[in-house]
């Protein structure tokens, strides 16, 4: 008698459970189908909308079945965020807070995050926290960014002080962490330590721009092994073998992005400030035509190269905002908006309920690992592609913010 009581309450409880798990996920579908995308939208709120529609959780956009903690979060959110600023609709704010409130734990541990993986990738998606702190004051996102500061405290350092991509990529630095450390790293700094860490956060910037600038084009290849020994670096530099066009974005985002938190008057803000117009510089020699990039950013029109929308939504963010700061000529809103209308005009479907898709996006490119990454040309160029791959919508959002449309 007493089995089956215990058996009849275990199944109550878990029919309840089914019975709200399944409420939620009829309720997230019927938000979405109420979603509505007028043509008569801004680019921005139109991109937004579309991934809302098609991911009505934000731990969704790039096809996840549960909750993790990861980078294409953070870059496409943090686009939600600017977008909120320039058009309040409540429905971006509770987007990315619930992301957020997905992972970050009442003692403020985050789900699915691994500090002792040393992984740079993973320390983007808390430029969320600050918002949701300085407006909640809820002490777990304040734990939350503390934690994440403490990899960065711990992250393992090249001898000459660059912090390591991944602890299973000993000594290597990559354009991508650039990104992915040093906006969390500065806004943190200025935010909680009166800014003594911002000479760090500069050598970082300095260490990529010392040792992976090509002195011909002024482009900067994806990777640097400072110990010369993976197979893809240069056996005289350590340099990976090609110049990939979202990982210079990914490090053009960054210098616009950490620039925010960098005093005019601070010693290395005019450095950082010349790093960005040095590969701006270099990277309008390879705009093509239609206003975009290639995948592999020199080789143009080469058997296989392809132009590329995640790399070229990052030049157009980043040119827009380094002239609407001053940190670029103005010429550079002029390019910004070229390639936004090779964007809109060449990479962008129209969908029937009004969404909007952007193709021709390289959904993954690394160095090393397993299956082993060469960093060849053919190699570039045969990975992948996504439409609306998250790595090009957000900074798509940011474009369009940058350029108001």
Known sequence: MKNNRKLSSFTLALMAFMFFANSRAISQETSAKEIVISKDLKWSDKMALTLMKRHPEAYMIDDSKTPK????HGLVLHGFEELYKQNPDPRYQTYVKGY????????GTIKTYELDKYNIDMIVAGRLLFNIYDTTKEEKYLKAMQLLRKQLAEQPRTQSGGFWHKNIYPNQMWLDGLYMGEPFYAQYTVTFENGKALDDVAKQFEEIQLHATDPKTGLLYHGWDESKKM????????NSPNFWSRALGWYAMALVD???YFPKNHPKQKELVKYLNNVSAS???FQDKSGLWYQVTDKGGKEGNYLEASGSSMFAYAFAKGANKGYLPAKYKKLANKAFDGLTTKLLKVDADGGITLIQA????GLGGTPYRDGSYEYYVNERRKDNDPKATGPFILAALELNR
């Open 69 to 72: 903690w990861d980078y294409v």
């Open 100 to 107: 957020v409130d997905a992972l970050v734990q009442n003692d």
């Open 231 to 238: 197979p893809w670096a240069n056996k005289e530099t350590g």
């Open 258 to 260: 950490a620039l925010d």
């Open 283 to 285: 990277l309008e020699k």
């Open 362 to 365: 390289c959904q993954v490119a």
